[in-house]
């Protein structure tokens, strides 16, 4: 069982780009699937996440506004669309999948059981 993002790349401030994430078995369908980044000398944050059905998503402060997830259920593939990308966005990309709904007891940054090999991206200014 495999998830794997790809889609990052250097981009200039402003700009845009698409990650996707793909679940190559579609062992996630059910599942809460979720965006986090870990840049150089810092801790891993959370992005976004979102519920099996897409009825509902959860954004970091920084992504409100400018980031959107998204996911194609058929296609088992997540999708992170970043907008307005600024320097401080400069990560390395995670996707990750949890098998818990949304909802209490498990905030929306928690829980997350499989994770996916980073994808690059640097937003330079």
């Known amino acids: 069982v495999q998830l794997q993002a790809f889609g990052g790349g250097l981009v200039q401030a402003g700009g845009s780009l698409r990650l996707s994430c793909a679940d190559s078995?579609?062992?996630?369908?059910?599942?809460?699937m979720g965006w986090f980044r870990e840049a150089p000398g810092k801790d891993r944050e959370f992005v976004a996440c979102?519920?099996?059905?897409?009825?509902?998503?959860h954004y970091a402060d920084f992504a409100k506004g400018r980031f959107f997830i998204s996911r194609n259920v058929a296609a088992h593939t997540l999708y992170l669309h970043m907008n307005n990308l600024k320097p401080e966005d400069t990560a390395t990309y995670y996707c990750a999948a949890r098998r818990w709904g949304l909802g209490a007891p498990l905030r929306p940054d928690e829980g997350y059981d499989y994770w996916g090999q980073g994808t690059e991206v640097t937003v330079s200014s």
């Open positions: 979102i519920n099996f059905n897409r009825a509902r998503t």
């Open positions: 078995e579609g062992a996630f369908s059910s599942y809460v």
